[in-house]
């Protein structure tokens, strides 16, 4: 079994495949010179914890990977795949043979087409040793300009604000986070950013960078000219394909797969940000999630799935972002929603639902100090698992508690 990246997903599929009882080889092939960790503190405690604190956390130490006989090759990529031939082969000239293997690649930061970028400077937010040389950057004082209002943009300046750095976000769209968060949220958390001083421009565009005396000009549109010390782009990610293009296997929006995670090579699976499949749970429509735990359920998935098991994977998308002193949390597809149900609680927050033109739940999402929606957003997850039609009156009630629809859902 030979695992193609070791994030989040890649990982977990190789501890997997152990635990789930193959006892031949386990090869695990990351590009990054370091032991596998976690992306989401990237934009969060990595930039804003003490200097002792300032790592990743490690998904794993290097006897757990000798403990599960898992080969680990950190600081290699897999450079191509002899499917014929079922070998996977290497940066540094290795050749791997696989029964079967898994493409857990990620994502990458998606480069900003901006006239003037090659001035440098630009920074993007994806790996250790981006957010390090970040940390580094987000100096009291320091002026930082972040292109883009999505999570990653938002988490960013938000760290910034908090280092003190006087942070301006410049969004082209008319509001934050316009790809996958219900308006008024977003609106609760632009207001966030801005009573912490964050500069949150929306409907505005960067038209040219500049470098001059070692101070980066935004070039923004109208004419206006915003000085900086550091630049940062959070324009989304884009899957890492190249490998899987390479090898002559199906790419839409990620590496297609099918709902076993089986790309269209029976031998070859994808999970993870990389690959694109349909989710039985919203009509089989085809998604890619950027998100941590799809990483890790997808990773154990197809997993199993490699091994000879049949199941279509089928868990509810869940997402979170922290903000200041504020968790966002949603489950489901807000854009699969034609109607919105709002549920207030007694202490004031607001669980918005969605609900599909057959009434069934689609979406929940929700924003608070710490973690104050978390047990609802859990519950609102059981109910779109279950497929559940709950009467609106009853979902917008905080008296009916949301365990008590669960006992009439559909098991
Ligand atoms: C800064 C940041 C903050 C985030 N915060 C959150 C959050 O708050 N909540 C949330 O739900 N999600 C968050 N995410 C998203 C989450 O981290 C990702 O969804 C998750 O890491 C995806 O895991 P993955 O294993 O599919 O891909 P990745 O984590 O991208 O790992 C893929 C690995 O494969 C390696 N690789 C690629 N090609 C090859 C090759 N050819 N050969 C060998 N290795 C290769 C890459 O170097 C990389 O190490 C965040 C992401 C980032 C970047």
Redesign the pocket.
Known sequence: MVV????????RAAFELREAGWTGPITL????NVLPY???P???SVLTGPDEACEPTALCESRALRDAGIEFIAG????SIDRDAHRAVLSDGRRIAYQRLLL????AARRLPLAGIDAGGVRY???RAD?LVLRDRLRSGARVGVIGAG??GL?LAAAAAARGCAVTVIEAAPRPMSRAVPTSLATAVADRHRQAGVDLRCGLTVERLTRRDGVLLLELAGGEMLECDTVVAGVG?VP?TA?AEKAGLAVENGVRVDARLATSDPDVFA????CSFPHPLYGGRRIR???????QDQ?RAAARNMLGDDQPFAAVP?????QFDLTLQIAGLPDTAAQEVVRERPDGVRIRFGLGTDGRLRSAAAIATGNAVAKDIRLAEMLIARRAAPATAALADPATPLKALLRHAPI
């Open positions: 193609v990246g070791a994030g989040e997903c890649g990982t092939v990351g590009a990054e976690e992306r989401p990237l934009s969060k290699a990529a897999v450079t857990a690649t990620g994502a937010l994806r790996s957010a999570f990653i988490e990610a890492e490998l999970a993870g940000d990389c999630l950027e998100a941590w735990r799809n990483a990773g869940w997402f979170w972002s922290d």
